[in-house]
């Protein structure tokens, strides 16, 4: 499949994909983004971390274990909270005070980023821009901006590229990330053509109202594509130039890693978080009461459905150092018998908590404590592993043995099932009598393999190998993979399929990350895990496919059937 006709975007270049540790470590750092600089704000103070750094800047807001500054119109720091003394936290604390509450509605943000779309945004519907209605959405706490052109091939391939990032961070991290496109160099019609062309997922903006974007006009690229991350107060948090795949995979993963890092979930957060609230709760609660606050929830809901657990309801004591001291388990839990000390246990060891204060003072409490484990959803939690970095290594699959094409008849490809809500069109499969890939009027070439009979583990291909098909002979033969696309060129009506063996150093959890033009079907060591029977262009991580390694060779064999326009999918293999 393909858009209509836009300029040919760049080559790729490979890139890593980084850790969350890593990631909270580089992003204790200044950020100084490829924007125009800007004189520093007068509101501007000094500023020390523990190492003795100094620098000057305006304190603008907590995020996760971050404390953000401003030190320009377009430039920004954050420092890991731990890193600043007592004294600093304090006047930290005292000098965000007076900024402006993420408000409940996004219709009545008053934070200086996310106010500038107010009344100035569009949604796509029915290929139509219609205005946004901001009343039904809480205001982001994050706003991602993208900067694209119609007459740039690159804005094209950057939109493409990351929607199916963008829709799942918005399924794992619901209601957290905002994001708009901003179009630059092209007109109206232009600047509607590409919103409607793209189906653009996120909101578009009013172009002539652009010019009144006072924050997010200031990061408007002097020429190419630009996407940027900024909290909703409009620090720069992160930005891509975007003009190849390389940069559009590493851009997406520091994004996921970021969210990650300031996720209240995350272990990794809660030693900032408790050295900025144990000494900033005191002054909110100096003549009123509070109870204790769970800062960090130990127990994790596929590590309790395994063990058979469906609901904890238990009173906990809590001291005045937020120690737990004991854990009552109610008559309403449900769980096994020998998993009630164990549970307990880890609620009374793992648990953080804050002490309950009364007129700033801590006392010793009780906290009722309750977790109904929701049903298991496979692949929400294959999004939110390859988000959270439970996905943290990756695997190179740098080359591929490829046997294509397989020619298959256009009436195999015109039954239309239905057309979702997201405009795929799924197709009909039709019944199978043969093995033979020749007989395209008796079979869909999708649901049949030449090798159906001998299994697809016998498939072990080396470069230059013959593949007789009913009477014709193709070649095995190798191609390379840059940042992971495998591109066949553009044969209309056609099969094909991809090889690929690789060594796993355990036996383990894996994701594969893969999008694929048109549908695709996956056998990792001879076994189905993944048949998708649709049309759609490829997309960096479009699915993400739960995998067991076994400790050695694993093999890949991937299927790809391609109707008209492009053929091609794009893979990476990541690990636990």
Same mark, same amino acid.
Request: proline share 7%.
């Given at each position: ?26 992003l ?12 520093? !704000?007068?509101?501007? *103070? @000094?500023?020390?971390?523990? &190492?003795? /750094? ?5 304190? $603008?807001?907590? +995020? ?9 119109l ?66 982001p ?43 630059? !160099?092209?007109?109206? *019609? @232009?600047?509607?053509?590409? &919103?409607? /062309? ?5 909101? $578009?903006?009013? +172009?002539?109202a ?112 937020g120690?737990?001291?004991?854990v009552?388990?109610?008559?309403? *839990? ?6 009630? /000390? ?28 309750s ?60 019944s199978?009598s ?29 470069e ?5 098909i ?16 495998v ?29 694929s ?60």
């Amino acid at each position: 499949m393909r858009y209509p006709a836009a300029p040919a975007p760049t080559s790729t270049s490979t890139r890593r994909v980084p850790s969350v540790t890593t990631v909270i470590a580089l992003l204790a750092l200044t950020f100084f983004a490829t924007f125009p600089t800007a004189p520093a !704000r007068a509101k501007s *103070s @000094e500023w020390q971390d523990l &190492a003795g /750094t100094k620098f000057k800047g305006e304190p $603008v807001e907590v +995020l996760g274990p971050f404390a953000l500054f401003k030190t320009s119109l377009t430039t920004g720091r954050r420092m890991m909270l731990r890193g600043l003394a007592p004294d600093d936290i304090l006047r930290l604390h005292h000098e965000i005070s007076a900024r402006p509450a993420r408000a409940a509605t996004w219709a009545n943000a008053k934070s200086p980023a996310t106010s500038d779309l107010l009344g100035r945004v569009f949604t796509v519907e029915n290929q139509k821009l219609v205005p946004a209605d901001l009343s039904r959405l809480p205001e982001p706490e994050l706003l991602l901006v993208l900067f694209g052109s119609h007459n740039d091939g690159e804005s094209w391939e950057m939109l493409r590229t990351f929607t199916a990032t963008y829709e799942r961070i918005q399924r794992v991290y619901p209601g957290k990330v905002g994001c708009v496109f901003m179009g630059v !160099r092209h007109s109206e *019609s @232009e600047h509607r053509r590409i &919103a409607t /062309t793209t189906s653009m997922p996120w909101f $578009v903006a009013d +172009l002539p109202a652009q010019n009144g974007m006072n924050v997010l006009n200031r990061f408007t690229p002097a020429e190419g594509t630009q996407m940027v991350l900024l909290s909703r107060h409009g620090v720069p948090l992160l930005g891509a130039r975007a003009s190849s795949l390389g940069e559009i995979k590493k851009f997406a993963d520091e994004l996921s890693a970021f969210l990650a890092a300031i996720d209240p979930a995350n272990p990794r957060s809660w030693p900032d978080r408790s050295h900025y609230l144990s000494l900033t709760r005191p002054l909110d609660f100096a003549s009123k009461s509070t109870g204790p606050l769970l800062l960090g929830d130990p127990l994790r809901a596929d590590g309790l459905r395994q063990r058979g657990i469906t609901r904890i309801d238990a009173r906990l004591a809590i001291d005045e150092q937020g120690r737990v001291t004991d854990v009552t388990l109610l008559p309403t *839990s449900v769980l096994p018998e020998p998993m009630k /000390t164990p549970l307990a246990d880890a609620l009374r060891k793992q648990a953080v908590f804050l002490p309950a204060l009364d007129q700033s003072t801590p006392v010793a409490s009780s906290y009722d404590y309750s977790f109904v484990v929701p049903p298991e959803n496979k692949s929400i939690a294959a999004d939110t592993s390859w988000l959270n970095g439970d996905a943290r290594t990756e695997i190179p699959l740098p080359t591929w043995l490829i046997l294509e094409p397989i020619k298959v008849e256009e009436k195999n490809f015109s039954d239309i099932d239905h057309v979702a809500a997201d405009d795929t069109v799924m197709l009909k499969a039709l019944s199978v009598s043969t093995a033979k890939v020749s007989r395209a009027s008796q079979m869909n070439a999708f649901n049949t393999d030449w090798f159906t009979e001998a299994g697809a583990d016998t498939v072990r291909p080396t470069e230059g190998d013959p593949q007789p098909i009913d009477g014709a002979t193709l070649t095995w033969k190798r191609d390379a993979a840059p940042d992971g696309l495998v591109d066949f060129g553009e044969h209309d009506y056609s099969v094909g399929y991809a090889w690929t063996e690789f060594d796993s150093p355990a036996d383990t959890d894996a994701w594969l990350g893969l999008g694929s033009d048109d549908g695709v079907k996956i056998w990792l060591n001879g076994h189905l895990v993944s048949d998708r029977w649709i049309r759609r262009m490829s997309r960096l991580d479009d699915d993400v496919v739960p995998l067991r390694l076994k400790k050695g060779k694993n093999r890949l064999l991937i299927k790809i059937q391609n109707a008209t326009g492009g053929w091609s999918f794009i893979t990476r293999l990541r690990t636990r």
